[in-house]
């Protein structure tokens, strides 16, 4: 009975894959979504490539937000979503995240501060699975330092986790999202530096919802919340950018 009754509240939820980097935005968002539509939401938070394999085997999520935009558009490729759903929600922002009691000059040195011999582990997410990870390691690239700091280097499953390597302390340095770095947890805890955008592959964040969804409705309501101007309101206060935003 209470399998029954735990399955039926699954298929009245609205389902959510999210990548981690947009932990804190979604939450806001959903809560603000939420006053007008009288429904569940749920969260899964994750790297974009471990939740897309998820969708690609045949977990019931309804929408698909991912920190890139090949993702989602596997998932068409593999006929698993909607082709005409595929929207951009945001572009994300990699910075470089250190706690206040460090001493390197990230604004002045930037990424070649990780060269300092103080800095033993530094945090990424990890770049087979999530865009985060690919974007920390082209910028370090970028700026030369990687072959020199590539045994430093730690991997979160997903940018949250690389956030959390660096809040705890068993990392010096992280290179994370913009939108962690902005979030509670963090931004009173240390000081970031952004990294040049022009450095590493454009963080095109978008999503899609899967095919079959039990809740296409409801998923096609976010999403075009998402894309209103209360939801871009949401996400432009964690960092993110707009598709449309000029920089």
Same mark, same amino acid.
């Given at each position: ?12 939820? #609205?389902?959510? $894959? ?17 006053? *007008?539509?009288?429904?569940?939401? @749920?969260?899964?938070?994750?790297? /974009?490539?471990?939740?897309?394999? +998820? ?21 068409? &490729? ?15 922002? #990699? ?22 011999? /103080? ?6 997410? &990890? ?14 690239? /970028?700026?030369?330092?990687?072959? $020199? ?8 499953? &997903?940018?949250? +986790?690389?956030? +959390? ?15 962690? $770095?902005?979030?509670? &947890?963090?931004? *009173? @805890? ?20 899967? /095919? ?29 950018? #707009?598709? *449309?935003?000029?920089?």
């Amino acid at each position: 009975m209470f399998g029954a009754a735990l399955q039926a509240e699954e298929k009245a939820a #609205l389902l959510i $894959a999210a990548a981690s980097d947009l932990k804190f935005a979604l939450d806001e968002a959903v809560v603000v979504f939420r006053k *007008d539509q009288d429904m569940q939401v @749920k969260v899964t938070y994750g790297s /974009s490539g471990s939740l897309f394999a +998820q969708i690609d085997n045949g977990a019931p999520f309804d929408l698909f937000l991912s920190a890139d935009a090949k993702f989602p558009r596997l998932l068409i &490729n593999n006929g698993k979503a909607e082709k005409e759903s595929l929207f951009q929600y945001a572009r994300g922002h #990699l910075v470089l995240w250190v706690p206040h009691s460090s001493r390197l000059d990230i604004d002045g040195s930037g990424l070649k501060s990780l060269f300092d011999a /103080s800095v033993r582990k530094i945090a990424i997410a &990890n770049p087979d699975v999530a865009p985060y990870g690919t974007a920390a390691v082209a910028a370090m690239k /970028s700026a030369g330092v990687y072959g $020199a700091v590539r045994g430093k280097l730690v991997l979160g499953e &997903n940018v949250a +986790q690389a956030a +959390q390597f660096i809040e705890s302390g068993a990392a010096e340095a992280g290179i994370i999202a913009l939108s962690l $770095a902005l979030a509670p &947890n963090l931004k *009173d @805890k240390g000081r970031f530096w952004e990294v040049p955008p022009d450095t590493f592959p454009p963080l095109e964040q978008a999503g899609v919802i899967r /095919s079959g969804s039990a809740q296409r409705e409801a998923a096609t309501k976010l999403r075009e919340f998402l894309m209103s101007e209360a939801g871009r309101e949401v996400l432009r206060r964690y960092g993110f950018l #707009l598709p *449309d935003d000029n920089r």
